[in-house]
Nanobody, 126 residues
Framework: QVQLVESGGGLVQAGGSLRLACAAS????????MAWFRRAPGKEREFVAA????????YYADSVKGRFTISRDNAKNTVYLQMNSLKLEDTAVYYC???????????????????WGQGTQVTVSS
């Protein structure tokens, strides 16, 4: 089992930045693909970003490309999501997820991910 705990959410003004962290326990993250998803109020949970087990391969949703960066520090068993130029529509609960089977080419479908954190709220204000 992998336990995931997100942190770093909060309230930020539009145009600002936040860095989310996802810390793992139970198993090392170095053999898992890692991803971030989000659920905005009244919407379905959607893919944000994913990274392969060494972080070489990354994918981003079109809506965050060029603004968000996923990275990982396997020595610290932690994955990050750097969010810049935040927009009102980035307001959501952000979840991290881990998947062993797609560790070389990370999945973008949430159904592929085995382990999930509880989420951290990000609110962008005008």
């Amino acid at each position: 089992q992998v336990q995931l705990v997100e942190s770093g959410g909060g309230l930020v003004q539009a145009g600002g930045s936040l860095r989310l962290a996802c810390a793992a326990s139970g198993r090392t993250l170095s053999t898992y693909a890692m991803a971030w998803f989000r659920r905005a109020p009244g919407k379905e949970r959607e893919f944000v970003a994913a990274a392969s087990w060494r972080g070489v391969t990354t994918y981003y949703a079109d809506s965050v490309k060029g603004r968000f960066t996923i990275s990982r520090d396997n020595a610290k068993n932690t994955v990050y999501l750097q969010m810049n130029s935040l927009k009102l529509e980035d307001t959501a609960v952000y979840y991290c997820a881990a998947d062993w089977s797609s560790r070389f080419d990370p999945a973008r479908l949430q159904s592929a991910y085995e382990f999930w954190g509880q989420g951290t709220q990000v609110t962008v204000s005008s």
